[in-house]
């Protein structure tokens, strides 16, 4: 079954904030909020944002997915996604059991082809090729490793592999498995440092960040992203594009790191750093090093660090100057309208902010419906209403609510 009305993050927060015997003014006082903040969103009249539910479940001592009510087994079942998380986990424990002697891998130039349509899918967010095609992959490049002495060969080997543990860490995290996001990640890592790629561990490294934002955790976040541009000065060419893009990246990263703490000034001087990035490279560069860096990115940023913020009105200022080409990627395109239904929803404005969550559904439909903030944006319009309109009853339908 779906979640009902009256399940929502709010109401979990306030189930486990009376199990450890806080009023909502203790605990607004020991997570940094205002107390109206806690009151809105247990009673689901405010979106429950990343941040505020981060810094409530350091109070509370759970994790953030326990709040959230991740993963959504109802609806991962519908799109018959669920059937592709076992498959998932088993392919990411072969790392380390040696050849399949069932398997003769083919040449690696083919294997690349087909890793790239996988990345493709991973920034489209189609989730469901994903689940059907990556576990083959994981076996085939994992006994090809095995079976490659030292040398390029094994070095493009190895470059594959890790961007189809990246393309698993993207699947997990999505429907809401993020300790299989993390074992993903980790696998990362390891067949980066076994490519020799100074780019790729930089990338590990920022969605390491990102899964640290999850839980709150900015200080942690931004030490983690210092350590990617550590790696970036290891690059033979660090003018290339590839080491801008990426660097330009790990700017963004900070930006949303420093919105999510509050401060301001940090914001202004890490999107400087990126929008100096951007300039350089002079285009949009989606498809380098699967970063979706470039000028259009770092205008989604300046709306997005705003949003974070809370500056709202200028977040809508900034987003009338800015337009997706059709080329950009639909998972960078689906988050931004899922920050701007947030936004118009913190406004009040609750017809801009569902025209902004059914745009986010037509350019992203599974990324939208397994995102939390959209259950809740949809779960507070919805209860700030004697009667919802059909439109916003059929999304909230669709979600599972």
């Not at 009902?4 to 009023?23: C, N, P």
């Not at 390891?190 to 930089?202: I, N, S, T």
């Not at 380098?288 to 770092?298: E, P, Q």
Request: charged share 25%; proline share 4%; aromatic share 6%.
């Amino acid at each position: 079954m779906g979640q009902s009305h009256d399940e929502h993050t709010g109401t979990r927060i306030a189930d486990y904030r009376k199990l450890r015997q806080l009023t909502q003014t203790a605990l607004a006082q020991r997570a940094f909020l205002a107390r109206s903040t806690i009151a809105k969103v247990e009673r689901g009249l405010a979106p429950a944002t990343p941040s505020v539910v981060a810094a409530i479940a350091r109070v509370l001592q759970v994790d953030v997915a326990v709040l959230n009510g991740q993963p959504y087994l109802s609806e991962l079942r519908q799109d018959h996604l669920d059937r592709l998380i076992s498959p998932l986990s088993e392919a990411l424990d072969l790392y380390d059991l040696g050849p399949d002697p069932h398997i003769v891998p083919r040449p690696i130039a083919l294997v690349e082809r087909d890793v790239r349509t996988l990345c493709s899918g991973a920034a489209a967010t189609e989730y469901k090729d994903i689940g059907s095609r990556l576990p083959g992959l994981l076996g085939e490049l994992t006994t090809a490793i095995n079976l490659l002495s030292s040398g390029p060969e094994f070095r493009r080997a190895a470059t594959s592999l890790s961007w189809c543990y990246w393309v698993a860490y993207e699947f997990a995290y999505r429907v809401g498995y993020h300790d299989l996001a993390s074992i993903a990640l980790e696998r990362m890592g390891w067949m980066a440092e076994q490519a020799q790629d100074p780019l790729l561990l930089a990338i590990r490294l920022n969605k390491r960040s990102s899964m640290l934002l999850r839980k709150g955790n900015n200080r942690l976040s931004l030490q983690v992203i210092d350590r990617g541009h550590n790696l970036i000065e290891q690059v033979e060419d660090a003018e290339s594009v590839a080491a801008v893009a990426v660097s330009g990246s790990l700017h963004l990263a900070s930006a949303i790191a420093a919105a999510q703490a509050k401060d301001a000034d940090a914001v202004t001087g890490y999107m400087g750093l990126a929008r100096e990035m951007a300039t350089k490279i002079g285009r949009d560069v989606p498809e380098v090093y699967w970063s979706s860096f470039g000028i259009t990115n770092v205008l989604h940023f300046d709306v997005a660090t705003n949003v974070e913020l809370g500056e709202l009105g200028e977040a809508v200022k900034l987003s009338k100057e800015l337009h997706f080409p059709d080329s950009h990627p639909r998972m960078r395109v689906g988050r931004y309208y899922i920050e701007m239904a947030r936004a118009y929803a913190q406004m009040g404005k609750s017809e801009a902010a569902e025209r902004s969550l059914v745009r986010a559904r037509r350019v992203a439909p599974q990324q939208a419906r397994y995102h939390p903030l959209v259950r809740e944006t949809i779960g507070a319009l919805v209860r700030r209403q004697r009667r919802a309109p059909e439109s916003l009853s059929s999304l909230a339908a669709w979600v599972g609510m």
